[in-house]
């Protein structure tokens, strides 16, 4: 049990964090500081909680580059529906059902009209966009109610609530993948098209379930970010599904589907938040941060392209 727990990703991934804490400690002493986790924890909520439900559907095969423009349009009908006079939970519920809704036009497109999940959702991703600067006016929307705020700024035994919701929907989810039949349906739906079809499972169901998660989870993200900022702008969580999607292949989860789990996920989204806040603490400018970050996905992209290159040549070998 202790080699197969030392040898897993989320173990070396764990270790590569200790290293990283203690090298950009040694280069700024408040890195480590109450108040400075604290940040790194508020900055992986975000990312994180959009995080699981893309991390869901890599496993079934399926990819949604639309999930940080709907996280966008789900902090804009939040805001719009409570400055409306609607009681705070009823409009996180209603954020969240659009978000699902975004989530089914994505599947339709994917099963109905067999437009490739990787293009529909790119170009879906600007709809969603388009339509937050056009309701917005390209203005920031400002919120005045005291309970909802409290969603995104409270804190329990000193940690934030925002990364809390991303700690148990990684928990709820691990469970679901590991543990039922869904999640073993999931798996196989990513992992070998052909066999899960002969063994019984609906992979348009399997996708668009997956589709909606993803989507539903990405704008209860954006609406918990607006009760963090108080406010809302246009694309608030533009760019958020390109570091969800580093931080699940970082973690394990494998691009091309059938593998990876959340707990992998959960250490690659905390390596990556504490890279770049230690290189903003080093001072680093913000766009040499963006191309470190872009370069880990590539290594991360690379790494999982060989794995999956050996593991088939292994099949193969066996097969023969």
């Known amino acids: 049990?202790?080699?197969?727990?030392?040898?897993?990703?989320?173990?070396?991934?764990?270790?590569?964090?200790?290293?990283?804490?203690?090298?950009?400690s040694l280069g700024n002493k408040l890195y480590l500081s109450p108040n400075n986790l604290k940040n790194i924890m508020i900055a992986s909520s975000l990312s994180g909680t959009v995080m699981v439900?893309?991390?869901?559907?890599?496993?079934?095969?399926?990819?949604?580059?639309?999930?940080?423009?709907?996280?966008?349009?789900?902090?804009?009908?939040?805001?719009?529906?409570?400055?409306?006079?609607?009681?705070?939970f009823i409009a996180l519920l209603l954020c969240i059902i659009f978000g699902a809704c975004t989530g089914g036009v994505n599947a339709f497109l994917a099963y109905k009209f067999g437009i490739n999940p990787f293009i529909g959702t790119l170009g879906m991703s600007s709809v969603w966009e388009g339509l937050t600067y056009i309701i917005?006016?390209?203005?920031?929307?400002?919120?005045?109610?005291?309970?909802?705020?409290?969603?995104?700024t409270s804190e329990i035994l000193g940690i934030p609530l925002p990364f809390l919701y991303f700690a148990i929907l990684s928990v709820i989810f691990g469970l679901i993948l590991y543990y039922t039949k869904f999640g073993r349906e999931i798996y196989m739906s990513g992992g070998n098209r052909m066999a899960a079809r002969l063994a019984g499972v609906n992979i348009q169901k399997i996708g668009t379930i997956m589709m909606m998660n993803?989507?539903?989870?990405?704008?209860?993200?954006?609406?918990?970010?607006?009760?963090?900022?108080?406010?809302?702008?246009?694309?608030?969580?533009?760019?958020?599904?390109?570091?969800?999607?580093?931080?699940?292949?970082?973690?394990g989860v494998s691009f091309m589907g059938g593998t990876g789990g959340t707990g992998g996920a959960f250490v690659g989204l905390l390596v990556l938040n504490a890279f770049s806040n230690g290189l903003e603490m080093w001072g680093v400018q913000a766009y040499w941060q963006?191309?470190?970050s872009n370069l880990l996905l590539l290594v991360a992209l690379t790494v999982d392209y060989f794995n999956e290159r050996a593991i088939r040549r292994n099949l193969q070998q066996k097969v023969g």
């Open 214 to 251: 993803c989507s539903a989870i990405a704008a209860f993200a954006g609406a918990v970010l607006c009760a963090r900022m108080k406010y809302v702008i246009p694309a608030s969580v533009r760019g958020r599904e390109m570091d969800a999607i580093t931080s699940a292949i970082l973690g």
């Open 53 to 88: 439900g893309i991390l869901c559907l890599l496993i079934s095969g399926n990819i949604d580059l639309s999930a940080g423009a709907v996280g966008s349009m789900g902090a804009l009908v939040t805001a719009l529906l409570i400055n409306a006079g609607v009681p705070w």
């Open 1 to 24: 049990m202790l080699k197969k727990i030392t040898k897993s990703k989320a173990f070396m991934l764990l270790v590569l964090l200790a290293v990283m804490c203690v090298i950009f």
């Open 290 to 292: 963006i191309i470190a």
């Open 136 to 152: 917005s006016g390209n203005q920031s929307i400002l919120m005045s109610n005291e309970s909802f705020f409290k969603v995104g």
